[in-house]
Every structure is written in C-alpha cells, then in structure tokens.
C-alpha cells in the first residue's frame, strides 16, 4: 500500500492541525483503507448520549459515501457496566460478521475481550479520550494515552472521531469532510468541553455548517421547531431533541431511532422520526 497520504495533507483542512500526530492514525488508516477497498465487515460501537450518537452517525455517514460494508451497535449501559464484555462482543459484534472493530468512547473490560476478538479474527480499533497508561497492541487512539505528540488532549469523542475521518479523507481525497461539522458540533457542545483550542475552532466553524446543513434529520428538527438562527439556545434545543429517553419503549431503541434520524437520506423519513421524537418528548 502507497503511504502517501501524510505528504499530501493540506493545512486548509479544519483545526490546522494533521490527525496523523495522533499516535496509531496511520495504522487506522492502513486498516480502514484495507477493510473499505476489500468489503470487509465494519462494526462501529459507541455510547447512547447525543456526543456517541453524533461519533457513530457521522462516522457511519463518511463509509457509507465510500461505499463500505458497515454496521453499527449502541452500547447498552443499563446493567451499569461501561465496558464492552465478551458477550457483547459474540451477540452483538461477531454475530454480524465483523471483521473490524472500531468503538467509540468506550474500551474492553478485560484482557480476556482482546483474546477473543484476535480468536474471532476481528482486527480491533479503541478510539477514546482517558488517562489510561497501560500499553495496547490493538490499533489504539487517545491524545492522552503514554507517547502521543498530539497537542489538544480535551477533545469529546465526535472531536476525536472527526480527526479519524479527516485522516480518512486525506487518504480517499475527500473535498467535503468540514460539512459533517454540523453533527461534530452537536457532539461537542453536548459533552460540555472546554471552548478553547481545537475545541473552539470546530465550535466556530461547526455553526456555519450547521446553519446551512445538508443533513435530512437536523434540517426537519429545524423545519419542525422553526429554528431559524443557530445560537447557543437552539443548539442546545437540538440537543434536547436527540437525546436519548428512558421511557420511550427502551432507551436503546430510542438512541437507534437518533441514528436512523441522523443518517437518513430521505427527507420523508427524516420528517417522520421527527414527528415521534417530538411525540415521545411530550410525554417524558
């Protein structure tokens, strides 16, 4: 495979600053571009709040447009336990043929959980933002973990899944990455993280993308509630609207419907979900 994407990036991509700093970014990529170009079966795992809903659905919007093979599951948290188990990994990630793994804020509970995906033959790929010094020999990112040169330590995981997809982009030459800002955004501004830095440019560039979006979900939340500008106030409306409910059937179907929401291309259906969200939120 031609490494050349690190010699062809541009500073005119958003933030200045290259994704490959991000220790273990050109592994990801050698494997992404690996499991893209040859169909192989991509699972992305994340976390059912809006910052994990807003990672999975933009990341799944990027592959889609590259015409990967891609699946997601939503990490169901109620049993309390924050970490991928190796049940989860057999009912939920081997069970749909994958054969990588990328999660998204959220690690594996044990050393048991990466001998089974190595048994499965499921390539593993942990992107999350934790103090966490132990040495990984999967495709782990973190701008904190132990011998990252990357400068910005604070950003949420849509922040972090957004440099994946710009190192993606660079790699496939992909012109038009900054409009997935809109849900990048959204992302960050729910994770409350410091609005400096990086996290300050992707805020300020992000409400442009926003407030001109192409998303059919974000543009029928705002027909619906006649958002008209796109102030501190109404992405935090946005917020309200997408955040998962316990009382709507389950909250983990209610966070697949976000994502149905988030990643639809077709207006009608994107109207529709509205229309329930809208509905279920009357009755919290």
């Known amino acids: 495979m031609r490494k050349f994407w690190e010699s062809i990036y541009s500073p005119n991509y958003i933030t200045g600053y290259n994704p490959f700093i991000l220790k273990d ?60 188990t190796s049940k989860d990994i057999i009912n939920n990630v081997h069970f749909l043929g994958a054969e990588v793994l990328i999660t998204l804020g959220i690690g594996l509970k044990s050393k048991e959980e990466e001998e089974l995906c190595k048994k499965l033959n499921i390539d593993l790929m942990v992107l999350e933002n934790r103090d966490r010094k132990t040495k990984c020999e999967y495709i782990y990112i973190n701008p904190n973990q132990k011998g990252c040169q990357y400068r910005y330590k604070n950003l ?9 997809m710009q190192a993606i982009a660079i790699y496939y030459n992909i012109k038009s ?22 996290n300050g440019v992707i805020l300020k560039e992000g409400k442009k993308f926003l407030t001109n979006t192409n998303n059919y979900g974000l543009r029928a939340i705002k027909d619906a509630y006649n958002i008209t500008e796109m102030n501190d106030s109404d992405i935090k409306q946005i917020i309200k609207i997408i955040t998962p409910t316990i009382n709507v059937v389950t909250m983990m179907d209610n966070a697949r419907i976000i994502i149905e929401l988030l990643i639809t291309n077709r207006k009608e259906r994107a109207e529709q979900i509205t229309k329930y969200l809208n509905k279920s939120k009357e009755n919290v």
């Open 25 to 84: 970014m050109n592994r990801a990529i050698e494997r992404m571009v690996s499991a893209i170009n040859n169909r192989e079966k991509i699972v992305v795992y994340g976390i059912p709040n809006v910052d994990g809903l807003c990672a999975i659905s933009s990341l799944i919007l990027v592959l889609k447009y590259l015409n990967a093979d891609i699946e997601y599951v939503v990490h169901d948290d109620s049993s309390g336990d924050s970490s991928i």
């Open 156 to 164: 949420s995981i849509s922040g972090l899944v957004f440099k994946l």
């Open 177 to 198: 990455i900054n409009k997935y800002l809109d849900l990048i955004l959204i992302g960050e501004q729910s994770a409350n993280v410091p609005l400096k830095g990086e």
